[in-house]
């Protein structure tokens, strides 16, 4: 079994900064990419960012792309959402998978935490 447990979600000004971190443990293979997703309310999930575990390859969303940056620490098995530059729209949960395949698909990702509330207030 595979578990992801997210944090450091909070409120913050627009123009803020917050890091997400995603921790993992269980099977190793499972290990072999992690996503974050938001869900803003009233509308759909969205990909954010995703990092493949051992290259350490990296795809963002466009929306993300300049602002966010995804990192992992092999050690701790954690992975980093930093944010930069928040703004209202960023308002959302915030979730973390981890799955086979790095990938913006959420059907990708087999395991998910519960989610990390960020809110950026204008």
């Known amino acids: 079994q595979v578990q992801v447990v997210e944090s450091g979600g909070g409120l913050v000004q627009a123009g803020g900064s917050l890091r997400l971190s995603c921790a993992t443990s269980g099977r190793t293979f499972s290990r072999f990419a992690m996503g974050w997703f938001r869900q803003a309310p009233g509308k759909g999930q969205e990909f954010v960012a995703g990092?493949?575990?051992?290259?350490?390859?990296?795809h963002y969303a466009d929306s993300a792309k300049g602002r966010f940056t995804i990192s992992r620490d092999n050690a701790k098995n954690t992975v980093y959402l930093q944010m930069n530059s928040l703004q209202p729209e960023d308002t959302a949960v915030y979730y973390c998978?981890?799955?086979?395949?790095?990938?913006?698909?959420?059907?990708?990702?087999?395991?998910w935490g519960q989610g990390t509330q960020v809110t950026v207030s204008s």
């Open positions: 990092i493949n575990w051992s290259t350490g390859g990296t």
């Open positions: 998978a981890a799955g086979p395949v790095l990938a913006d698909r959420a059907g990708n990702y087999a395991y």
